[in-house]
């Protein structure tokens, strides 16, 4: 049983575009998040939420919008595609306001923008 | 603001040799201190955390690390290395919003 689960898992797409990422945990955590991982490895937090209220909000363009309908569900919809935002990104789960706390991962989705 | 520093983006050792990969961090108060790993095409994977107590703590698969407060480093060793250690290492600090280092790739030689 997968604790934290994206999907999909490859997206490719014209500039432009508008695409969604979905992300269901089934831990129970309150806490869930999205980084983007570069080509380059790096990794940045994008947006938390814990229990389906915003508490961070990275400096990402207003083109991204999270939407987390329960505390198990968190999705990114992404406007206007740029070839920048070709990336992986992350779903995460934490416990709590993840004070302190272990981060776990979905397997990554990764976006191409042609 | 909070940081963190891997100075060694790519690393190669052989199988059954000792690693030590660094991580130097930035944080005001003490920090919550973490390694994880990730595999090819795979999400990130926790080896260990460091929050307060004994500094030299251990994690899954045979990795240690050792919190050094005067040196602001979080070190990550393992004492012989596995073939399937080959992947992405990155440490990371935080409380809420977790930051994470540029990541450490290992490459693992036969």
């Known amino acids: 049983d997968t604790a934290v689960s994206q999907t999909p898992k490859y997206l490719v797409t014209q500039m432009g575009n508008d695409k969604s990422i979905k992300c269901e945990q089934n831990?129970?955590?309150?806490?869930m998040y999205w980084y983007k991982q570069d080509s380059k490895k790096f990794l940045k937090i994008m947006f938390s939420?814990?229990?389906?209220?915003?508490?961070i909000n990275e400096t990402v363009p207003n083109r991204f919008s999270p939407k987390s309908p329960d505390k198990a569900h968190l999705n990114l919809h992404i406007n206007s595609l740029e070839l920048g935002d070709s990336a992986v990104y992350f779903c995460?789960?934490?416990?709590?306001?993840?004070?302190?706390?272990?981060?776990?991962f979905g397997e990554g989705s990764r976006l191409t923008v042609l | 603001a909070q940081s963190v520093t891997q100075p060694d983006i790519h690393i190669t050792v052989s199988e059954g040799a000792s690693l030590e990969l660094r991580c130097n961090y930035s944080y005001g108060a003490t920090p919550y201190l973490f390694w994880y790993v990730q595999s090819p095409g795979q999400g990130l994977q926790l080896l260990l955390k460091y929050f307060s107590g004994d500094t030299l703590v251990q994690g899954i698969k045979g990795f240690e690390a050792e919190f050094k407060r005067s040196q602001s480093s979080f070190n990550l060793r393992k004492p012989s290395v596995h073939w399937s250690d080959a992947a992405e290492y990155f440490c990371?600090?935080?409380?809420?919003?977790?930051?994470f280092g540029a990541g450490t790739r290992l490459t693992v030689k036969p």
């Open positions: 939420y814990n229990n389906k209220e915003l508490i």
């Open positions: 995460a789960s934490s416990r709590g306001q993840g004070i302190g706390g272990e981060l776990f």
């Open positions: 831990l129970g955590h309150d806490t």
């Open positions: 990371a600090v935080g409380a809420r919003d977790m930051r």
